[in-house]
């Protein structure tokens, strides 16, 4: 009897040993998703968030940022485009912050506003998984009471969320001018931080019709030309690559602008970037 007593003790240490760690996200924070596109000739970000608390999945969060084209000159002489000119920039709220001004009910009949159907489609794969969405052959939602709008991305941006959080990998976006910077790390489940990378994704807009560019600042490397046509000391990656050593062998401190030798860049966007960086991953990250 005692021995039957050892036994069931040693099963349940064991159980308590290693069920505690048995979830496959490791790392608890906000891991972030995104998704580059164009609406209507302007700049667009659409990104979907997923919290992991204590190993568990316990939140979806669907967004997107739109922006907008604005033609600067040449607005008196419409039928003559050889001298127009335009800007293009992100609007200051993203769909979910622009909430019942927004318009799609007012404007387009619309049965609820879209962070509302954003909401339910949260809830619905939060209850029954990423893979339990159903659309039709135009990606309209079907199976999710009070949603009718399309899947703009969400279930795929979702599911590539919950893929990050299982590497550990986080990601922080800020939006700027016709501009995204990107930084990103990896963080294992004993909080320590490695791939910690900077990175722009730039607008290049051809007149009156916006693009993205091919390669981001990070992949252009010494062809992005900053030492060659600005003069710079050392090209944008490299100053980049300054910044991101500094932080892994030093730390970050939210809201510090730390002075990185041989850095001329200017880091606004880019301490912004990494102060959401790190709130995402929060106590996770030592």
Request: charged share 25%; net charge negative; glycine share 10%.
């Amino acid at each position: 009897m005692k021995k039957v007593f050892l036994l069931l003790i040693l099963a349940v240490a064991t159980f308590t040993l290693f069920g505690c760690n048995s979830s496959e996200y490791k790392v608890d924070g906000e891991f972030l998703a995104y998704e580059l596109g164009i609406h209507r000739n302007a700049p667009m970000v659409t990104t979907v968030t997923v919290t992991i608390e204590k190993g568990d999945v316990v939140g979806f969060n669907i967004d997107a940022r739109q922006g907008r084209a604005t033609q600067t000159e040449g607005v008196e002489t419409p039928d003559d485009a050889s001298d127009d000119k335009w800007s293009y920039t992100w609007n200051a709220k993203t769909k979910k912050e622009l909430g019942d001004d927004y318009g799609m009910v007012a404007n387009g009949g619309a049965v609820a506003e879209w962070y509302v159907q954003a909401e339910l489609i949260e809830d619905y794969m939060l209850e029954n998984g990423v893979d339990s969405v159903e659309v039709d052959g135009d990606t309209f939602i079907t199976n999710i009471t009070g949603v009718t709008m399309k899947d703009g991305g969400y279930t795929a941006l979702a599911a590539a969320a919950l893929e990050l959080a299982k590497e550990g990998k986080f990601q922080a976006i800020n939006c700027s001018n016709d501009d995204l910077t990107v930084a990103s790390m990896i963080v294992d489940s004993k909080g320590n931080m490695t791939e910690l990378l900077l990175d722009v994704q730039q607008g290049r807009p051809d007149g009156a019709t916006f693009a993205w560019r091919d390669k981001t600042k990070q992949e252009l490397g010494f062809d992005y030309g900053m030492v060659a046509n600005a003069g710079a000391t050392l090209e944008w990656f490299e100053q980049a690559n300054l910044i991101t050593d500094y932080i892994t062998e030093n730390g970050w401190t939210m809201n510090s602008e730390p002075t990185v030798t041989g850095v001329t860049i200017t880091t606004d966007d880019y301490f912004t970037t990494f102060d959401r960086l790190f709130t995402f991953a929060g106590d996770s990250v030592k």
